[in-house]
T-cell receptor, first 113, second 117 residues
């Protein structure tokens, strides 16, 4: 699976949009971009995933560049509870399942009051 | 509904002892995964079960590690002759089938924190 590069940390003011970047320049055509987050001492939580089109759900929006070499996760109105480590992961889907997910170091997002 | 549950939440053991970690996936989920996370590190894939297919054991670090999934539901991860480097949080995740939801998503449990003294 393709490797991803994320900034180690970011701050965001409460109520503002948090934009988390991710580079995945070696992504293959059949690999999806996933975002998970992990709040301290909890298991990772799925946020969103996409292939090449932008995606939006109740938690966030995912913007994937046209060449698919980078993406941005957007939390439109960050709250203190959004403070977590955010992981950008690239993985193939086989028979509908993203078999194993390879988690890197992620971005520690701190939402400030 | 109920999420993925794991037990125990914490386990302290002595070097050389065997331990068993349990995972109860979300009811009806066909895929089950084990990962481990060492302090300050990312997740490391261990093993993957999908329905009745043979499990993908490619992530198991040594033959001291094994896992079973009985009846397509509950899974047990066993570590024999534990070593101090086995200390980590062991996380279980499950995914639904195509018919039940989005099989591309993994739902994680809270983990079992294993400490080997």
């Amino acid at each position: 699976d393709a490797k991803t590069t994320q900034p180690p940390s970011m701050d965001c003011a409460e109520g503002r949009a948090a934009n988390l970047p991710c580079n995945h320049s070696t992504i293959s055509g059949n690999e999806y971009v996933y975002w998970y987050r992990q709040i301290h001492s909890q298991g990772p939580q799925y946020i969103i995933h996409g292939l090449k089109n932008n995606e939006t759900n109740e938690m966030a929006s995912l913007i994937i560049t046209e060449d698919r070499k980078s993406s941005t996760l957007i939390l439109p109105h960050a709250t203190l509870r959004d403070t977590a480590v955010y992981y950008c992961i690239v993985a193939r889907i086989s028979s509908g399942s993203a078999r194993q997910l390879t988690f890197g170091s992620g971005t520690q997002l701190t939402v400030l009051p | 509904g109920a999420g993925v549950s794991q037990s125990p939440s914490n386990k302290v053991t002595e070097k050389g002892k065997d331990v068993e970690l349990r995972c109860d996936p979300i009811s009806g989920h066909t895929a089950l995964y084990w990962y481990r996370q060492s302090l300050g590190q990312g997740l490391e894939f261990l093993i993957y079960f999908q329905g009745n297919s043979a499990p993908d054991k490619s992530g198991l670090p040594s033959d001291r590690f094994s896992a079973e999934r009985t009846g397509g539901s509950v899974s047990t991860l066993t570590i024999q002759r534990t070593q101090q480097e086995d200390s980590a949080v062991y996380l279980c995740a499950s995914s639904p089938s195509r018919l039940a939801g989005n099989p591309a998503t993994q739902y994680f449990g809270p983990g079992t924190r294993l400490t080997v003294l």
